[in-house]
């Protein structure tokens, strides 16, 4: 992703929060940032590496719980990994499948989810949150080492 890109989904994700009566701090910005600048989901340790290089008065309580207001706002998403919480983006649909035995995790695009969700809820009547599901089965690797 160019910078320009990055500049743009900062734009919008700002004016999300804004947009819902929230506030925008510096902190807030920076980690946003620091979430928008990886292909991967980050722990409050790792997004507050990434944050102190540029504020360094930014200490790590301050960064899980701007992230904790960030799930609220639904612009991040919560991934569970053997007992750490690690956050990703929200603003694009995605979903995850996580290995039940080693922890790896790869990205499932929406639209490979979304039939069987429309299944689903035909079946069902339920209405589905479709912003971030996480599916949990066995990689590859564990699969052949069982």
Do not use: N
């Not at 910005?29 to 990886?38: D, P, W």
Request: glycine content about 6%.
């Amino acid at each position: 992703m160019t910078r320009t890109q990055q500049r743009s989904r900062l734009d919008a994700v700002r004016e999300h929060v804004r947009s819902h009566g929230r506030r925008w701090t510096v902190a807030k910005g920076a980690i946003v940032e620091a979430l928008i600048s990886t292909d991967c989901h980050l722990s409050v340790q790792q997004v507050h590496d990434r944050v102190t290089t540029r504020f360094p008065q930014i200490d790590r309580s301050t960064v899980h719980r701007v992230l904790l207001t960030l799930a609220e706002e639904h612009v991040v998403h919560v991934l569970g990994k053997q007992g750490e919480a690690r956050y990703g983006m929200a603003d694009q649909p995605h979903h995850h499948a996580v290995c039940a035995r080693c922890g790896q995790e790869a990205e499932i695009p929406s639209t490979a989810v979304a039939p069987a969700l429309t299944a689903a809820a035909a079946a069902t009547g339920f209405s589905f949150d479709t912003g971030s599901i996480t599916l949990t089965g066995l990689c590859e690797t564990c699969r052949a080492a069982s």
